[in-house]
């Protein structure tokens, strides 16, 4: 039925049916009467962001084949950059339009949705607070592909390790420079960003993240990624400018993970550059090699389990002698076991309705798998 | 010989590796619908011809013409896209893809479209995806795959692999195709249906066809002119009665008169 349908309108009712949901989760989660719910909406909304951060490290891990570490740093690049724009330009502007009414004051409405139906001024300043959201989380994700380009160049030349190393060491420049940068807080960190980022714009874009994905990868262009991570010798013969399709891997992957940045810094309003170590590129690629790289369902799964366990963990505490945390112990022999049952990642290279499509098929004894 | 219309000109190309000249003044002109074949002993050159033909490796010296086109400065992809595909002699499939997949990868230069109509699933992209997916299926049959589409390809037997492989490089829509030891590897029965497919597809898609190969029943049933290179050195060249015929090349290639007797 909805083929039917001229693609921008199909598209757009889907759109439209998502946004709604969403703004209607976003009510619910908050109003839902238990004790801590805040501390669980917290936890949904970094679920969110590692999602949109793991699928989009899955473009050029898993779908293009360039292994890259560098994930923490194309995150940083969009939360610093979208920060500075808020910080420093938009959050006076808005202030200004309130004619000298302390800005934190409108924080509470603003943030809320229930703001529409208030004053004139509320409104505008709802509406004016999230599009200045959009604009600086979009300048944060063009700055990061931007850096995505510049990281892109080099993995031409260089192959597996030895890209890994050169990304690796990519994140680190971002963060010595940032540690820098005294307009942006140094190694005090960033803070006085205000908190425009909510379950809403989180799970938009996380949403948006995979649709796009997933429809680059069904593209021409999508296949000429799998072509340069199966073969590149063969790519290059078959026609696929290689150089290409890495750079532009490296480009659409740190754009999602800039705007994730950006997302993440409107949301803790406090940045530092701890916060973007090789440690947390690191902690994307585990959500990304768990899943089965190539896989963005797994990719999915894995920055759901893989946020949720931590915190599940955090009770174990309770049981230890001497209330020793043993939570990173198990967190990482869980990792382990994973790694060792299943090294191919959850899902290998399928998606999930593949697996189970493959179950059903291998019942009806149609299709045996030939190995 | 057909050095007007040519579709690929090599003019006096010389390749050195260090100290090594692995091939020296080559030549050769393969006009429109050709069935060329290039033999000689092993590490005669044979597959560096190939890649310097296809962009993998510049010749040190020497120019290669595409069409009437100098392919000096041309990166691999972009020789393909002026019309040459090839296979490769130990298989590089797309391994870990669909083989209806590994074929539309193939034809990768005639269905581009932005990613952004990708993304936004335009008209123009269903059109393309719509045009591949035929395009692909009909190769497919030409070679009995078209059932075993969804199937990786790596889980294609051997010879199905390598005629998978002869498929992708047609999906490119080549003028020229250059197969590398396309029957490594294969049965006698095998070789024999890949002669005919080899001649099927030169007449179907009306193209000219390059084969490297140590098969003596193809190389002399199928192609009408044939090189010989040894040592990087073409020692002779003719139709296949003349080549069999040359004494020099049964000294250098075949070893024994008796051998040469035997095909």
């Known amino acids: 039925m909805t083929k039917s349908l001229p693609w921008f309108l199909r598209d757009f009712l889907w759109l439209g049916l998502f946004v709604a949901v969403l703004v209607g989760l976003a009510y619910g989660l908050e109003a839902i009467p238990i004790a801590g719910i805040a501390y669980y909406n917290r936890i949904l909304v970094i679920m969110g962001i590692n999602i949109t951060l793991a699928v989009s490290l899955n473009i050029i891990n898993g779908h293009a084949g360039q292994f890259s570490l560098g994930h923490a740093g194309f995150m940083a690049v969009g939360a610093y950059c979208s920060s500075y724009l808020t910080v420093y330009h938009f959050a006076p502007s808005l202030e200004k339009m309130s004619g000298g009414v302390p800005f934190s004051a409108h924080i509470a409405i603003g943030h809320s949705f229930i703001a529409i139906g208030f004053g004139a001024l509320a409104t505008q300043q709802f509406v004016m607070q999230n599009v200045y959201l959009v604009i600086a989380v979009v300048a944060g994700g063009l700055l990061a592909a931007a850096a995505g380009y510049l990281v892109g160049l080099p993995s031409l030349r260089l192959r597996g390790d030895y890209l890994a190393i050169v990304t690796l060491g990519f994140g680190e420049i971002i963060r010595v420079l940032i540690l820098n940068i005294d307009k942006i807080g140094a190694a005090r960190g960033f803070s006085g960003i205000p908190h425009w980022s909510n379950f809403f714009w989180v799970f938009l874009v996380c949403g948006l993240t995979i649709v796009i994905s997933w429809r680059l990868v069904q593209s021409s262009g999508g296949r000429a990624f799998l072509a340069v991570r199966e073969d590149q010798i063969a790519a290059e013969a078959m026609g696929v400018d290689t150089t290409r399709y890495k750079v532009r891997a490296f480009v659409i992957g740190s754009f999602f993970a800039g705007v994730a940045g950006g997302l993440y810094a409107h949301y803790m309003m406090y ?60 967190y990482s022999i869980m990792l382990i076991v994973l790694m060792l049952t299943r090294p191919q990642g959850l899902l290998g290279r399928l998606e999930l309705w593949q697996v189970f499509g493959r179950k059903k098929k291998r019942n009806e004894g149609a299709a045996p798998p030939i190995q | 010989m057909v050095n007007g219309n040519a579709l690929l000109d090599a003019r006096d190309v010389t390749i050195r590796f260090g100290g090594l000249t692995a091939v020296s003044h080559f030549n050769l002109a393969v006009g429109p619908h050709e069935l060329v074949g290039l033999i000689g002993p092993n590490g005669a050159g044979k597959t560096t011809v190939f890649n310097m033909l296809t962009g993998v490796y510049k010749p040190t010296e020497g120019e290669i013409f595409v069409g009437g086109v100098s392919t000096h400065e041309f990166k691999p992809y972009q020789i393909t896209a002026l019309g040459v595909a090839r296979t490769f002699q130990n298989i590089r499939l ?114 000219a066809i390059l084969v490297i190969e140590h098969n003596m029943e193809l190389v002399m049933g199928i192609c009408e002119r044939i090189i010989v290179l040894s040592f990087g050195k073409t ?24 051998e040469a007797a035997g095909v």
Do not use: C, W
Request: charge should be neutral; glycine fraction near 8%.
């Open chain 2, 94 to 207: 797309f391994k870990e893809l669909s083989v209806l997949d590994n074929v539309k990868i193939g034809g990768h230069i005639h269905y581009q479209y932005s990613s952004l109509s990708a993304v936004l699933k335009t008209k123009r992209f269903h059109d393309a995806e719509e045009v591949a997916e035929i395009e692909a299926l009909k190769l497919l049959q030409i070679f009995g795959l078209e059932e075993r589409a969804g199937t990786y390809a790596k889980n294609l037997p051997y010879g199905d692999q390598r005629r998978l492989e002869i498929a992708r490089a047609l999906s490119a829509r080549p003028k020229l195709l250059l197969l590398d030891e396309p029957a490594a590897g294969l049965n006698d029965r095998e070789t024999r249906d890949l002669m005919q497919t080899i001649h099927g597809i030169r007449d179907k898609f009306k193209i």
């Open chain 2, 235 to 258: 020692i002779a060249q003719g139709t296949p009665a003349e080549v069999r015929a040359n004494p020099v090349v049964i000294e250098a290639y075949l070893g024994e008169p008796a």
């Open chain 1, 271 to 330: 940045l530092n550059p701890q916060m973007f170590t090789f440690v947390k590129s690191f902690e994307v690629v585990a959500m990304v090699v768990l899943g089965g790289l190539g896989s963005i369902s797994g990719s999915v799964v894995a920055a759901v389990i893989l946020t949720f366990l931590p915190e599940g963990l955090r009770s174990v505490k309770d049981y230890m002698p001497g209330g020793r945390d043993p939570r990173m112990v198990i």
